[in-house]
């Protein structure tokens, strides 16, 4: 079974930075595609960022110049750099994995961004 945990969230100032790690119990080159989602209350999952096993990134509309997603090897985690946080990025942040049969999901972890 496949596990994926997310570490790295927190409260931050509007304007800060954080950094989110998605570890994966499998090799990630695993997986088609890896990344990240988030969700408010009463909002469904969106899309933030998303790396393919071909290196190819993804980025949602709003976090686009903000966000950078990467990774560092085949047993490492997969990274969410985010900068120039808003408010709007409060969130519960998911890391989602993609492999020929399943979707997978961390439990997610709280990012709230203000004053």
């Known amino acids: 079974q496949v596990h994926l945990m997310e570490s790295g969230g927190g409260s931050v100032q509007p304007g800060g930075s954080l950094k989110l790690s998605c570890a994966s119990s499998e090799n990630i080159f695993f997986f088609n595609v890896m990344g990240w989602y988030r969700q408010t209350p009463g909002k469904e999952r969106e899309l933030v960022a998303s790396i393919n096993v071909g290196g190819v990134t993804n980025y949602g509309d709003s976090v686009k110049g903000r966000f950078t997603i990467s990774r560092d090897g085949a047993k490492k985690p997969v990274y969410l750099q985010r900068n120039v946080l808003k408010p709007e990025d409060t969130a519960v942040y998911y890391c989602?994995?993609?492999?020929?049969?399943?979707?997978?999901w961390g439990q997610g972890t709280q990012v709230t961004v203000a004053s």
């Open positions: 989602h994995a993609r492999d020929a049969a399943h979707t997978h």
